[in-house]
């Protein structure tokens, strides 16, 4: 076949869509603009210490599970190492003084939660059948074929998942515990559909690990086998224009000057980055205008703490904690006076069996505009003023911290920390923002971003098509690629790739 695919970002899923196409015979370029790969799959390290900056945990990773079939087809396995998280709390919701363990498998997830809710048994079983529902809707998470159009059901994508709890339970509390570890993507009350939120905790209830030694392994791994089958990965590659003759997309323009042809074109940027690439009659203005108005989810700001040898135990759990019942839906609404009110901790994982955390995450929600009068600014060189704009909300978030767990603070060697500054200069994401492109039950089709653009051979990769997060940016890939290759084709070779006892969901 031998046709040139050009893809511009190596986060996941440009990584991904790159591995699929040279699998299938395409040749590859993978054009990164910054010095590392894999966007949010990055890892940092200072005085020896290393962080995760953007992906903390995967879910359905056992054999038979989801995750774990793609992570065969996509040959991650090998050199992937994983560290369960506590099978009975992988993640703790934290409201007030009281904490609720979220647990792994339906049943044990239910026989927890009813212990603090006695009367919610069949509350709490429905809540789970809804949620199996939702996930059942879409065929590439039962690896199976089809000839229709892969469509959720719009009950699911139509409804909030706030509206959802409340027709699932009238305990107000109850509906709070269940969208507890919101942060994963950002809710907000009256917008987030109900099926993203079925999504992830369908997918972290079935199985909860941390990657040992940092998500960057997936990362490297994808681009070892891209160029492994005779593609390119390349980094310091910013493009700076995609250009278009009268009828597709012929080459782009690297910053440097380069101009690199392909046959066709992926983009795993945001949307509105491509589109202002781009300067042709092919892209309607509605199409432009539709893309600069979406809303984006929200940012944050991340205090990564490096402990001292030896003395903070490793939590292997992951603690979502709100001061009041309120502060759980507060999101981007939060107040700037009383900042902050919750925040999400979490221990990452060096070594198998780990006694003792090296590292953690302390991260909080943060609107852009509180950083926005430091934009343009390079790292390292914002001054003053932002170092103790960090400073500050760093040591309030930490004060936080030892409230709930008392005692951290005296054995913190050293910290650092990312404000949506950061992100927006190390992903290129839109205003820092976590996932991108924010979804609306209310506007559902205004806030979809298809794979397919009005430039026949250019593409859209990443999580603001289908959706975020590990396995919501994976099966976007698969999306993106079957525009090439067809679905059903990359879902029989991923179900081929499965090893002999099948799968079990
Ligand atoms: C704080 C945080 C925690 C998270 N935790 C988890 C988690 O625990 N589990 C989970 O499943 N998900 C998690 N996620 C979400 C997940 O990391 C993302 O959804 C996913 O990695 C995004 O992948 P992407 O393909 O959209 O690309 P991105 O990661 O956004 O990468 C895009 C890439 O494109 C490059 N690029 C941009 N412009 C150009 C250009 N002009 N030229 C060349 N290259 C360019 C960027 O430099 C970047 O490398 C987290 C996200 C955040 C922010």
């Known amino acids: 076949m031998d046709k040139h695919i050009v893809i511009i970002g190596s986060g996941l899923g440009g990584l991904t869509c790159g591995y699929i196409l040279a699998k299938n015979g395409y040749k590859v370029t993978v054009l990164e603009k910054g010095a590392q790969l894999g966007g949010c799959l990055q890892t940092f390290v200072r005085r020896g210490a290393k962080f995760e900056t953007g992906m903390h945990y995967i879910g359905c990773i056992e054999e038979g599970q989801l995750l774990h079939s793609f992570f065969r087809y996509l040959n991650l396995l090998p050199s992937l190492r994983l560290s369960s998280l506590n099978t009975q709390a992988y993640d703790i919701i934290s409201i007030g003084s009281e904490r609720y ?10 026989e927890q939660l009813v212990r603090y809710f006695p009367n919610e048994r069949k509350n709490l079983e429905n809540y789970w059948q809804a949620i199996k529902e939702a996930t059942a809707s879409s065929p590439i998470h039962s690896l199976s074929t089809t000839n229709e159009p892969i469509v959720l059901n719009p009950a699911h994508i139509k409804q909030s998942y706030d509206a959802f709890l409340a027709g699932i339970t009238g305990n107000e509390l109850l509906q709070l515990v269940l969208a507890g570890n919101l942060p994963l993507y950002a809710g907000e009350r009256g917008k987030t559909p109900m099926y993203i939120p079925a999504f992830i905790n369908d997918f972290y209830n079935r199985s909860a690990y941390r990657i040992v030694g940092g998500s ?82 929200i940012s944050n700001f991340t205090v990564y703490i490096q402990f001292k040898k030896d003395t903070v135990p490793y939590l292997n759990s992951n603690l979502y904690h709100y001061e009041t ?51 343009g600014t390079k790292v390292g060189q914002r001054g003053e003023n932002y170092e103790n704009f960090k400073c500050e909300k760093a040591e309030k978030l930490l004060t936080l911290l030892e409230k709930q767990m008392p005692g951290t603070r005296e054995y913190i060697e050293h910290y650092y920390t990312s404000s949506p500054l950061t992100y927006l200069d190390y992903t290129g994401t839109e205003q820092g923002s976590m996932y991108g492109v924010l979804r609306d039950c209310n506007s559902s089709i205004h806030s979809l971003v298809s794979q397919r653009t009005r430039i026949p051979n250019l593409f859209q990769t990443g999580q603001n098509v289908n959706s975020h997060g590990i396995l919501g940016v994976i099966i976007g890939s698969i999306l993106t690629s079957g525009e090439l290759l067809g679905v059903n084709h990359i879902v029989r070779q991923i179900s081929n790739s499965s090893n002999a006892n099948g799968r079990r969901m």
């Open 101 to 110: 363990p979220f647990a792994n498998g339906v049943e044990n997830f239910t």
């Open 216 to 297: 960057e392994i997936i990362a490297h791994s994808l681009a070892q086998s891209i160029r492994a089958m005779g593609g390119e990965v390349l980094t310091k590659a910013e493009v700076a224009k995609i250009n278009c003759n009268d009828t597709k997309a012929t080459s782009v323009t690297l910053k440097t000057g380069d101009e690199i042809q392909g046959d066709y074109f992926i983009s795993n940027m945001h949307p509105a980055r491509m589109v202002e690439m781009l300067n042709t009659n092919l892209i309607r203005k509605s199409y432009s205008t539709r893309i600069g108005e979406l809303t984006n989810t």
């Open 325 to 375: 019942p309120a502060d759980v839906w507060k999101g981007k609404n939060y107040d700037t006076a009383t900042y902050p009110k919750s925040f999400l901790y979490m221990h990452l994982c060096a070594a198998e069996n780990q006694q003792f955390a090296h590292t953690a995450v302390l991260i909080g929600y943060m609107n852009f505009d509180e950083v926005a009068q430091w934009q």
